[in-house]
């Protein structure tokens, strides 16, 4: 469902992105990991069509980011780093407008649905600049899933969030994300570790490592084992 081919960015001379490849299917829920200026973020931007690649390609349910762009973005829901929503609007007057702009069906139940579903029914009559930062994060996740995308592209969704709320954020996206494709990017491993069957490390515009969770946690638990015998 998430298909990328050697994607390379330049900022100038400067290459921000170098021959990244990676697929991810249905179920999966991929952790993009790497430290600040990695590229994380840029390569979300191509993906959802924000911005054009140097070079190389990515298709979104068989739609082509070149090809196809409107076709790519009402297949994905994105949630920018800084989640961009109007404070002065109520929760659910916002959730509307966003239904709007997908032309949904029964936006009304559609908003209803979308409320309970990520928890926002004690706060949905307020305006969002009321809202802590949890519930602002579940309001900008909101609007992500509002048009029940297959592809859900996160890019550090649970930046500055309590650990109350961390938790809560982190079960949302899991429960999401055993039906679609989410891709979610963070700079702390514990994060991956939380939520992600899969993590592809990413460091100086490179792709380092790719693999399944339970292998890494499996290494990283084998290679404790050995330091704390041999020392």
């Not at 649905?113 to 009321?130: D, H, M, S, V, Y």
């Not at 550090?156 to 709320?165: A, M």
């Amino acid at each position: 469902m998430l298909d990328i081919k050697n994607i390379t960015k330049y900022y100038g001379s400067q290459p921000a992105l170098d021959h990244i490849s990676l697929h991810a299917g249905k179920g999966e829920i991929v952790g993009l990991l790497g430290p600040n200026g990695a590229g994380k973020s840029t390569l979300m931007k191509i993906i959802t069509c924000y911005i054009p690649p140097s070079e190389g390609n990515a298709t979104v349910c068989g739609h082509s980011i070149y090809d196809d762009p409107v076709a790519v973005r009402r297949c994905i829901g994105y949630l920018p780093e800084h989640n961009p929503l109007y404070l002065e609007m109520y929760v659910r007057e916002f959730l509307q407008f966003a239904a709007g702009i997908f032309r949904l069906d029964r936006v009304r139940e559609r908003v209803d649905e979308i409320i309970t579903r990520t928890g926002l029914t004690p706060e949905a009559n307020k305006k969002i600049g009321q809202l802590s930062k949890g519930y602002r994060q579940r309001v900008g996740l909101a609007q992500a899933l509002i048009h029940d995308p297959e592809v859900l592209i996160l890019d550090e969704p649970t930046t500055g969030l309590d650990p109350n709320q961390l938790e809560e954020i982190r079960a949302l996206i899991r429960t999401v994300g055993s039906q679609k494709v989410v891709l979610l990017s963070t700079h702390i491993m514990q994060e991956v570790e939380a939520m992600c069957s899969r993590a592809v490390i990413i460091n100086r515009g490179r792709i380092v490592s790719d693999d399944q969770m339970a292998h890494i946690t499996s290494q990283q638990l084998t290679e404790r084992f050995h330091r704390l015998t041999v020392g």
